[in-house]
């Protein structure tokens, strides 16, 4: 049964200007694949958004499982999800200090910390 309360992510990263519109028509037809694993690390609800004059790219989603690390790190094994990331990373400039790309130990996309919640009730 999925957590009560799911982990709510919230990332940031910078798109480089030369590959908006790649980024853009890729995002457009996601690879089936890749959103399998997405699907099966139990991540729910993920969008991202564009700020263009920023470059600043923001994803959120929710995750509903168990073991955040765990699914991650499974995630990162998955060959399609490697291959999207070999071409999604080489478009991107990461925030994270001693960030080499996707699925390496040091995160690329950037955690931010949520300072303020509503979910609808008063």
């Known amino acids: 049964m999925p957590p009560t309360n799911p982990k709510r992510v919230c990332q940031?990263?910078?798109?480089?200007?030369?590959?908006?519109a790649?980024?853009?028509?890729?995002?457009?037809?996601?690879?089936p694949g890749v959103l399998a694993a997405l699907e099966r690390a139990h991540i729910v609800d993920y969008s991202i958004h564009y700020h263009q004059p920023l470059r600043l790219l923001v994803a959120h989603f929710k995750y509903i499982g168990d073991?955040?690390?765990?699914?991650?790190?499974?995630?990162?094994?998955?060959?399609?999800?490697?291959?999207?990331w070999d071409i999604t990373d080489g478009m991107q400039?990461?925030?994270?200090?001693?960030?080499?790309?996707?699925?390496?130990?040091v995160p690329w996309?950037?955690?931010?910390?949520?300072v303020f919640r509503f979910d609808g009730e008063v």
């Open 67 to 84: 073991d955040y690390e765990a699914d991650m790190r499974k995630m990162g094994e998955d060959p399609e999800t490697r291959r999207w």
């Open 22 to 31: 790649e980024y853009r028509a890729l995002h457009a037809a996601a690879w």
């Open 12 to 20: 940031i990263i910078k798109l480089k200007p030369e590959s908006e």
């Open 93 to 105: 400039e990461s925030f994270v200090e001693g960030a080499q790309g996707s699925g390496s130990s």
């Open 109 to 114: 996309w950037k955690d931010l910390e949520e």
